[in-house]
């Protein structure tokens, strides 16, 4: 991806993250990305290429639109009584809970990108890293 149009989709996510009252934070992090829900903040891996980072942004957004519905949306029942009662998080159904999420939030991040038209997105080249990292969650769900 070159750099302006890194520039310019990076700037619609910014504007969109703004509207919905999240920021987009870049640093050195144990993780490729991550949306901390209580904080409302996605924080970025800054050693990712520029495309990476438009993924994982629109990926974390993902995670935010899923949040703001999370409490109303039963399929997510297990992972919200797991706000009060951590043994939940344990259990088979909740593992499978987050991975379902984990699709939303992908599948979220692709309609976002349509949305605020972003430039440059290689869809293939998303899934292919998209199917990557949800194959790591399998073996976590599966471990």
Do not use: P
Not at 27 to 37: F, I, P, S, V, W
Not at 91 to 103: G, H, N, S
Not at 120 to 137: Q, T
Request: overall charge positive; some cysteine.
């Amino acid at each position: 991806m070159r750099r302006k149009t890194y520039e310019s989709n990076l700037s619609k996510l910014e504007s969109w993250a703004k509207k919905n009252n999240v920021k987009i934070v870049f640093g050195r992090h144990g993780e490729l990305g991550e949306y901390d829900m209580h904080t409302k903040t996605i924080i970025v891996d800054s050693r990712l290429s520029n495309e990476k980072k438009i993924f994982v942004i629109l990926h974390e957004c993902g995670h935010a639109l899923v949040h703001k519905t999370i409490y109303g949306d039963r399929k997510y029942a297990v992972q919200v009584e797991s706000f009060i009662d951590f043994s939940k998080k344990y259990t088979d159904e909740y593992k499978v809970e987050i991975l379902r999420e984990e699709f939303d939030a992908w599948e979220r991040g692709v309609n976002l990108s349509r949305r605020l038209r972003l430039e440059g997105i290689n869809y293939r080249k998303m899934k292919r890293y998209a199917s990557s990292l949800i194959v790591e969650y399998c073996d976590w769900v599966l471990g």
